[in-house]
């Protein structure tokens, strides 16, 4: 850190403050009470320790400063304006706007230097658990000496981060594996939107509780810059566990009336407060926005440290990769998330025989992963269920990261937001599984990849009623409707190998999203296609799998129902009824297709049924008023998967009759 | 409990090891490692500690016992057969049949005896906290000697219990309000399904971890009956704060090949090996589901000696009712959940002016909340914001239960589990309160009270993109379509004070379900009816608010969109297009109506378009395929409110623009 005045460092902090309280009032809207709360502690972090380059916001080397308490937004858009980031005066002054880039919470992908989405509690907590965890996998396969291996993971979260169990999950995972170069600083204000946080929370004594996790705790007062940079120093030298620095601060420091209340949260000073407030501090009155001159100085020389720091990693990095050709070409695998061209062609070669679609994604995935070198995963304590073992490809532990498959534990939330994080990050594509019922438990994070267009794979697998005996507290029944209503959530039911096999590719090539393998635990009947296959139009999301001459309807059906349905149409068939199948592995792809081709799976002119074992509600936008949906409006019963076919009206026989009963009607 | 010698109390916990293991071996599936491990201290806690009556299972001065980790099943089922429960040997046999009333995980309502359905992890943990607290809250209200306070709540929990972040939510919230009734048993084995838990869990120390929350907490060997014992009651003499006893045990305990191996996790036994853990326990071959003679008669003893301290209980409380006749009618009112006949007609009376529908509610719950003594709640740290604060009626406190306010803390999943532990004890009517985008974090909770048919009432605000600079990652798009999908869950979304008021009678009425409101931040115009307002007709989900003649179509609508759609209306009427209005505010209510009330408020000869800022896939069932469904297909924005109206084309003259161009298609 450049040397600076005591009266300077105070003027740059405040600077940090009045531009929030000043965007706050602006937008007339927002949170100014944590930016000029944790303004002190921001600033340490970013002049003193942290490592970045405006020019180069992505630069590899860096530093990762996550916000997790996402409310306190300007304080990271002033940070980065200030830094000397892509993020002019006219941002702040945008902030809450229509099409601006300082939306009211940060948003990945809007502003050069925002490395996540966050403003749902808990989870830039977690996200943080990924970014590190990936640093360490990475390092572990690049060697000693390698460019990735000593960044650190900086965020700062708040007393809602660590009050929700996402939160405590990832904290527990972060410790157990010992994730060294995670530092978090609490910003312990005492205050929540309802009032003190001795409501409802001064019962549990934090550092004990993060002690327990295996994390190294110290507290610092929120205004002591020099106690707040020999914390982080002390941080960063135990590189055997994640650090958590309690930092005490006052929630809208500065503030006569309002500082160290809630009323200083969620809303603006108010005019009144704010003449108020820079008056306490010393502050001119205008202008608004203000950044005095000797604090743009004192940036610059911030920044020129930084540069030089960059300068010095990149020549440690070119040494390196002279060094190590063939590492360093790993790494460019990882920095592009290389999948091999004909993705497709790969995964369905030496298909496996038709059985329970997990199954056959275990094999598939035997098959990719050696040509995806940045495809990692694992399951929340269902490896063995979900089938996501890559095998012989080792386990990473704690203080042991060369593995590619990861026990996430009995940790669905975290796991869904610490694959955010390798995703957010960009060097790994991540797989999580755990059973679809259990999606129910990482919705937050799966809606947070949707947003922001993170390349994240779930493997759901018991995906209906026919996992049998488990009985209904295991049994989906609503989740493929609930899922699929995600905007920008691709979810794939696949049939049998071939469809398996496309939403493998699929999950692989898509860039801007995630994606979802839906698949069963129980033993699928082979689909016979009379329709010859082309493997590009499972891709298309929905294709004609029989399309007799004379069919006057179109049965529609998804995974483990589409054999179930084409049974059904060969018992329709010699009774001279005569539908076509179609299968629709992936409603949103199938709906995004031209309507030439959506006409010709889905003729508008003919009746359309649909069958699926789950609600169906979506279904009707295909099947229309005159249509039918073969759904289940009730939950399961924990039975026989046979007994339940039968219960539920869900075997051939029952379908042909409901079909039959439906035409004639 | 009465004498017995060692070997018959060991032959009393090798018959609870047997029959689980014997239902599993015949289902061919389920769980019998967990009972067979743990069988000792049910045993202990069932015959030393617990207080029940087999003939009145529901019996107000009862112990709760909730098994967490609901996959060990077969023990609870073994333990309400031994001691005298109605459920027979037979049932045991059809352990996971379709129809029987042991299901694989316990299912509340099944089997008297079966507090709550358990299976999904972490979740009973955080339900025996809302009975835990029900009671406190109760017997505060009832004062000294009352017949509810001196019952404890045990569970047993796993290790799933408690790396699931629902479970530390529960346990903070529990150790902050020093809930000292509370004892759980962790059944401490060191296995998961995917191994040892020392591949992802062992990193935490979980007696730390338990002391940070404020807990007491003990360890004790899983065989040694008299520590059991001793842990037991010195648990139950902290009555300052909760209680966890770490109990270690071998899963699958007897069985010779596969004890203390995750191969006994969820998987019968196999003939083999069940007959060799019979051998290496002494136990006769056959045959199955054998209770030995001396075993019944112990449990016989055991039943007299419960049915004694009942009969010295139901003394008490005829003293304690004779001389606290109104204390003892307001118990009860909880005991019945008592709700005043007419209740929407006085939720209507002096209904305020149309507004914020939150605001509105907030009037509605403070006129109701004196009428209705069980009707208890509060919101994860956004009272403020949802506005469900009972105003007068005092808050929950640590160690002070008096009051009708609970402060969940930013802990949404654990708010809905505990809800649910007040619903299954059914002495309060519990209402939480978050963001409607927050219904995500405690979706697994809110199935599981539909799935449980428990009367709980969720008060989500801020239920559209029109809540404004917050952003997308507080705005719902999909999350009506994902809640109306999960069955026996009533959603209602009212668009002024008349719907409010009857949303909220509903809720307190319907006795078989959850209810959730739905309701707006910002403040809404008033709804303007040309159709005389039937109150009751509300009630039935959907309803017509304007007919004109001449009409030629339908529109359709929720909430804010229901003034919205009045306006477009008004504007298209101008220009000579004539439509009806119909107000839908709970969907499936009105899917459920007969078809001529249906037919009437939505012709089936018309075509049909809905609005509703939302994605809007379950309304296709309604439009048809010739219909039009104004929703929002893309995540939201961070904007001012009318901003967002223009973008997402929510203005009248865009939704009039709409229909216009609908209607010509």
């Known amino acids: 850190m450049p040397n600076a005045r005591p009266e300077l460092v105070e003027k740059a902090v405040n600077t940090i403050r009045m531009l929030a309280a000043d965007g706050v009032q602006q937008a007339n809207s927002g949170h100014p009470g944590m930016p000029m709360g944790a303004a002190d502690m921001a600033f340490v972090l970013w002049t003193r320790h942290l490592r970045f380059d405006p020019a180069e916001p992505r630069w590899l080397g860096r530093d990762r400063f996550l916000l997790s308490a996402g409310h306190g937004s300007m304080l990271l858009y002033s940070l980065l304006h200030l830094a000397g980031f892509d993020c002019a005066l006219e941002d702040l002054k945008h902030f809450r706007q229509l099409h601006s880039r300082t939306p009211g919470h940060p948003e990945y992908g809007f502003l050069p230097g925002v490395e996540i989405t966050s403003g749902p509690l808990g989870q830039g907590f977690a996200n943080g658990v990924g970014f590190a965890l990936g640093h360490a996998m990475l390092a572990a396969k690049l060697g000693p000496g390698n460019p990735v291996s000593d960044a650190f993971v900086y965020a700062i979260v708040s007393d809602g981060d660590l009050m929700e169990g996402v939160s405590a999950e990832a904290a527990s995972f972060a410790g157990h594996h010992k994730l060294g170069r995670l530092v978090y600083l609490y910003d312990d204000n005492g205050i929540t939107i309802d009032g003190k946080t001795s409501i409802t929370f001064s ?21 002591d810059h020099d106690g707040i940079d020999r914390a982080l120093q002390a941080a960063k030298a135990e590189l055997g566990r994640p650090s958590l620095i309690r930092v005490h601060t006052t929630i809208g420091f500065g503030s006569p009336a309002k500082a160290g209340k809630s009323s200083v949260h969620g809303a603006p000073l108010g005019e009144a407060e704010l003449e108020a407030t820079k008056k306490a501090l010393g502050w001119p009155l205008e202008p608004r926005f203000l950044v005095p001159d000797d604090v743009r100085a004192y940036w610059a020389e911030v920044r020129a440290e930084k540069a030089a720091q960059k ?3 990149r020549a440690a990095e070119q040494a390196w990769r002279a060094a190590n050709p063939e590492q360093a070409a ?3 695998a990882h920095v592009e998330r290389w999948v091999p061209e004909r993705i497709l062609d790969r995964a369905r070669a030496e298909l496996p025989a038709p059985d329970a679609t997990r199954k056959v994604s275990q094999a598939i995935l035997q098959k990719i992963a050696p040509l995806v ?5 694992g399951s929340a304590d269902l490896a063995e269920s979900n ?18 498959n990861l026990h996430f534990g009995i940790r669905e939330h975290a796991m869904g937001a610490i694959a955010n994080g390798l995703a957010y990050d960009g060097l790994f594509v991540p797989f999580v599984g755990t059973f679809l019922q259990f999606a129910d438990y990482m919705r937050p994070p799966v809606r947070l990849a949707a947003l922001s267009k993170l390349q994240a794979v779930y493997v759901w697998t018991h995906d209906s009623i026919f996992l049998g005996e488990d009985g209904p507290t295991h049994q989906p029944i609503e989740h493929l409707t609930a899922l699929r209503a995600i905007p920008n959530l691709h979810v794939c039911r696949p049939a049998d190998p071939e469809e398996t096999a496309a939403a493998w590719a699929h999950a692989l090539q898509r860039r801007d999203g995630p994606t979802a393998l839906v698949l069963t635990r129980q033993k699928l009947a082979p689909v016979k296609r009379s329709v010859p296959l082309d ?9 004609l799998v029989d399309a007799p001459a004379g069919a006057t309807f179109t049965l ?3 995974g483990s129902e589409v054999p179930l349905a084409q049974a059904a149409l060969e018992a329709l068939a010699k009774q001279g009824v005569v539908g076509r199948l179609a299968s629709i592995p992936c409603l949103e792809c199938f709906l995004a297709q031209p309507k030439a081709w959506r006409d010709e799976v889905v003729p508008p002119g003919q009746r359309v049924a649909v069958v699926e074992a789950a609600r169906g509600t979506e279904w009707w936008q295909l099947a229309g008023r005159d249509g039918l949906v073969l759904g289940i409006e009730r939950f399961g019963s924990s039975a026989p998967e046979k007994a339940l076919a039968e219960e539920y009206g869900f075997t051939p026989a029952q379908v042909a009759a409901r079909v039959t009963r439906w035409l004639a009607g």
């Open 203 to 223: 019962g549990e004594d934090v550092t004990r509780r993060f002690e327990a996790y295996g994390w190294h705790v110290q507290s610092v007062d929120g205004r």
């Open 311 to 313: 300068q010095a990693w």
């Open 330 to 332: 790993l790494l460019d």
């Open 373 to 377: 070198p940045c495809l990692v995963g």
């Open 387 to 404: 089938l996501t073992e890559i095998k012989g490809a080792g386990s990473v532990a704690p203080g042991s990261f060369a593995g590619r």
């Open 535 to 543: 493997p590009e139009a499972i891709l298309r999301g929905g294709y």
């Open 556 to 558: 529609v059906a998804t």
